[in-house]
């Protein structure tokens, strides 16, 4: 769902706001004025990096929780190739890491 972040031209509020389709401006949260403009979107982006790495997370954990290890270090690379992110990277290192010391204990 795609986040944008707005200015109100009125007030100079910034607010970020959740649209399901881009169509009038929303109104300020602060003032109600519908002067609003959308900025550049940096933080939303940002926001949508740190939902993505949260799921990543998740899906390993339910593969792990599942005893599926190489399920999870499989899809674990695979996000991290698709998503370039340090967090999503550093999980994947991470479950390398964890998955090589369960291998020399077995
Ligand atoms: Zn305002």
Redesign the pocket.
């Known amino acids: 769902m795609p986040i944008y972040e707005y200015e109100?031209n009125?007030?100079?509020?910034v607010f970020e706001i959740i649209l399901l389709k881009d169509g009038n401006p929303p109104p300020?949260p602060?003032?109600?004025?519908h002067r609003t403009r959308k900025l550049i979107a940096a933080p939303a982006i940002h926001i949508k990096e740190d939902h993505a790495t949260a799921r990543i997370e998740k899906r390993v954990k339910d593969y792990l929780k599942d005893g599926k290890v190489s399920d999870a270090v499989r899809f674990a690379d695979k996000a991290a190739s698709m998503v370039k992110s340090d967090q999503v990277k550093r999980i994947a290192d991470k479950l390398h890491e964890k998955t090589d010391k369960i291998r020399k204990s077995i």
Do not use: F
Request: net charge positive; charged share 10%; with cysteine.
């Open positions: 109100c009125k007030c100079g509020a300020c602060t003032c109600g004025s």
